[in-house]
């Protein structure tokens, strides 16, 4: 169906910046609804942020005022820019889709189900 591959992981101290990249390919579609995970040591896999069809943005509370999620689907590109990096921030990101259902009035996500293989982050005190 459809393939993810993201970039830009790194090492970065505390306060500084990274910018995630994810590239999609296969069936796609415009409507699909976009996001990033993060799982890190010892923690359950967790929505980092996500962009619906139609715009909507969606961010954890731990990340919101620091990460801005973009997608650009003329390109088939999914972006996280991280920015105030935190400790806590250390994880492996993850890039997924999902599709979307019409109902009659607007798109509702689906469950995500297509993953990529990661991108490592690593946030130095």
């Known amino acids: 169906q459809v393939q993810l591959a993201e970039s830009g992981g790194g090492s970065v101290q505390s306060g500084g910046s990274l910018r995630l990249s994810c590239v999609a390919s296969?069936?796609?579609?415009?409507?699909?609804?976009m996001g990033w995970f993060r799982r890190a040591p010892g923690k359950e896999r967790e929505e980092v942020a996500s962009?619906?069809?139609?715009?909507?943005?969606d961010y954890a509370d731990s990340v919101k005022g620091r990460f801005t999620i973009v997608r650009d689907n003329g390109k088939n590109m999914l972006y996280l820019q991280m920015n105030s990096l935190k400790p806590e921030d250390k994880a492996m990101y993850y890039c997924?889709?999902?599709?979307?259902?019409?109902?009659?009035?607007?798109?509702?996500?689906?469950?995500?189900?297509?993953w990529g293989q990661g991108t490592q982050v690593t946030v130095s005190s």
């Open positions: 997924a889709t999902a599709r979307a259902y019409w109902n009659g009035k607007k798109y509702y996500c689906e469950r995500f189900n297509t």
């Open positions: 296969g069936n796609t579609y415009s409507t699909d609804c």
């Open positions: 962009i619906e069809s139609d715009g909507t943005l």
